[in-house]
């Protein structure tokens, strides 16, 4: 089979944009430029915000790649094939199922682009990594591919005036988002797709882009320095007796935003995973239960999922 897909990659390099391809079917992306000049109908997806995006469009992929899914993205898989993990994609299955588009992600699978484009036209955009804007903007170019654009813009135009109904005004009000695991915290950036979505919604993230990177491990020493208004924390019911010990921390319970209850515990497998306009939907319906979007108290300290 390597042999095969190496053979692919020799015959289908160059006639990615072959001279008769009509301007308008080729498709800029993270990785240069790819001819689509059909419309797909057997559509291959690599990371969740993918799935979310061809879900906005009530399409169904043909296969996706999974290893622990948000469940709200899981009826949008019932008659796809699991094709093995986000990091790790089956080419071998990929082949197998013949697809005619597949949408890959800039952070997982750029070191496979040469492979998947022999096996079909292929984009790359920024999924697991990008921020609000890029979310909308790969749901934009699926669309067009697609050929269901005014069903996006429809989307993205109902969850921009969701977002600026539900903004907190108060300004300068600073906040940290992490992932809570027993023994660690990755912390979300502004420029990550969930820092970019609570900024949008009026907060101030205090952690900013770090060479490059929009999402880092920040130990309790560094949160204290930081010391922020709100601390919104994801997680999930296998780590619940790890936060009991963080919130019985002294360290812990001077933070600023644990003082005033302005801690939010939120589902992790719904947030860190649940990118793209379906999954900004079901973020703002728990942040807005959490008391999130209105800077209310929360005594709520469960994790959840």
Known sequence: MKILIFVLCLGFSGVLLAADCPATRVFSHELGETCINDVPKRIVVLEYSFLDQLGVLEIQPIAYAQDAMPAYLKPYTQSSTNIGSRKMPSLEKIISLKPDLIIADKRLHA???AQLSAIAP???????????????????????????????ERAIN???????????????????????????????????????????????????????????????????????DVLILMCSADAQDALNQLLSNPLFRVLKAVKHQHLY????????????VLGVNRILDTANTTGLLAYKASINHHCIE
């Open 111 to 113: 070191n496979i682009y």
């Open 122 to 152: 292929t984009i790359v955009r920024n999924g697991m990594r990008g921020g609000l804007n890029d979310q909308f903007a790969t749901l934009r170019q699926v669309a067009k591919i697609v050929g269901k654009v005014e069903q996006a």
């Open 265 to 276: 515990i939120v589902p992790k497998m719904l947030w860190a995973k649940g990118r793209g």
């Open 158 to 228: 109902e969850t921009e005036e969701k977002i600026i109904q539900r903004r907190y005004l108060e300004p300068n009000k600073t906040a940290v988002i992490g992932v809570f695991r027993p023994g660690s915290m990755s912390a979300h950036g502004s420029e990550s797709f969930l820092g970019s979505l609570i900024e949008s919604l009026g907060y101030t993230v205090a952690l900013k882009t770090r060479s490059g990177n929009r999402q880092y491990y920040l130990d309790l020493e560094g949160l204290a320095a930081i010391n922020p």
